[in-house]
């Protein structure tokens, strides 16, 4: 059983930061690739930031003022959010691409951290 558990969100005022954790944890063989997601209210999910194979990219709406870092030691990826802005307020999901002890791919989410920017 793989479990990805986030941690570290709460109520900012603009400008501020917060550092997002997501801890993966399980039977797991490898990690191949982990990404941080929001869904503002009544919007769909959207892609904040991922490391992938060529390196860790963000979103342009976040790019200068967020940044993702993983300790792969540690099966953990974290969202550094800085000068929150209230268009940030949303839930945020940590999504990984993971394989299992029994060397079977499959895609995990956790079960999200609300952020919510406000004066």
């Known amino acids: 059983q793989v479990q990805l558990v986030e941690s570290g969100g709460g109520l900012v005022r603009p400008g501020g930061s917060l550092r997002l954790s997501c801890a993966a944890s399980g039977s797991i063989f490898m990690i191949n690739t982990m990404a941080w997601y929001r869904q503002p209210p009544g919007k769909e999910r959207e892609l904040v930031a991922a490391d992938i194979s060529t390196g860790t990219h963000a979103a342009d709406s976040v790019k200068g003022r967020f940044s993702m870092s993983r300790d792969k030691a540690k099966n953990t990826a974290y969202l550094q959010m800085n000068n929150l802005k209230p268009e940030d307020t949303a839930v945020y999901y940590c999504?990984?691409?993971?394989?299992?002890?029994?060397?079977?791919?499959?895609?995990?989410w956790g079960q999200g951290t609300q952020v919510t920017v406000s004066s």
């Open positions: 999504n990984a691409d993971i394989v299992d002890s029994a060397y079977l791919v499959a895609d995990y």
